[in-house]
């Protein structure tokens, strides 16, 4: 598997993520700056958390249209996994690639803790390290990590299996407790907690190895 994780200004995510990646797969992940038009060989893409462009304008509107990420939707287009995290999400709304929007968290506050979530689809590739209901922890740091989404989507998303996480106690707002979301087709995952953040016990938990683990092994 040759993943690859994308670096924007800012970023602050992109090497746990490349940790947690090689950590995984056995090898590290290729590091692709933003402005880069063209990306490497790769199976898997990942959009990595932080505060892309200093989250100025809209919290992942001018990553959005940075070069890579031509290269990225037609890619997600012909079904190369991609995943946003934190930020990455934001990013991924922002292209289209996922419905909705990312808010201002709801007590407009900035959210740094652990939070539990509730598995809805185990069934794709990016959750099949898990059971479904299982209940795992990870950590969120966010702003602006209250999902939006009209009443019609939010049917549509539930009605097609495509909510991948639910938050157990709601920290930002987020409608129906939404933490993770899914494409139609099922190779682009949005979410904001950070499973990159727990890959190790000396990093206060392992449900984010199971996370990594799965997904490699379903992608491979």
């Known amino acids: 598997m040759k993943p690859s994780v994308i670096v924007f200004p800012a970023s602050n995510c992109d090497r746990d993520a490349a940790v947690a990646l090689e950590q995984a797969t056995g090898k590290a992940p290729k590091m692709v700056w933003h402005g880069e038009s063209d990306l490497p060989d790769t199976d898997f893409i990942v959009l990595p958390g932080g505060f892309s462009y200093g989250d100025y304008l809209r919290s992942g509107a001018m990553a959005a249209r940075s070069p890579i990420m031509r290269a990225i939707v037609e890619k997600a287009k012909a079904g190369t996994p991609v995943i946003g995290i934190c930020n990455g999400f934001q990013i991924l709304t922002e292209t289209g690639l996922l419905p909705g929007a990312l808010l201002r968290n709801a007590g407009l506050d900035f959210v740094c803790r652990t939070v539990a979530l509730r598995v809805e689809n185990s069934q794709s590739m990016f959750t099949s390290g898990f059971s479904q209901g299982q209940y ?39 409608a129906r407790d939404i933490a993770g979301v899914l494409n139609e087709t099922g190779n682009v995952l949005g979410m904001m907690p950070h499973p990159e953040r727990v890959i190790s016990p000396l990093l206060g938990g392992v449900d984010g190895a199971a996370f990594f683990k799965g997904l490699v092994e379903a992608a491979a």
């Open 136 to 174: 795992v922890d990870f950590p969120v740091a966010h702003h602006d990590g209250n999902y939006f989404a009209d009443a019609e989507t939010l049917d549509r998303l539930e009605g097609e299996g495509r909510v991948a996480f639910r938050y157990v106690d709601n920290p930002n707002g987020s």
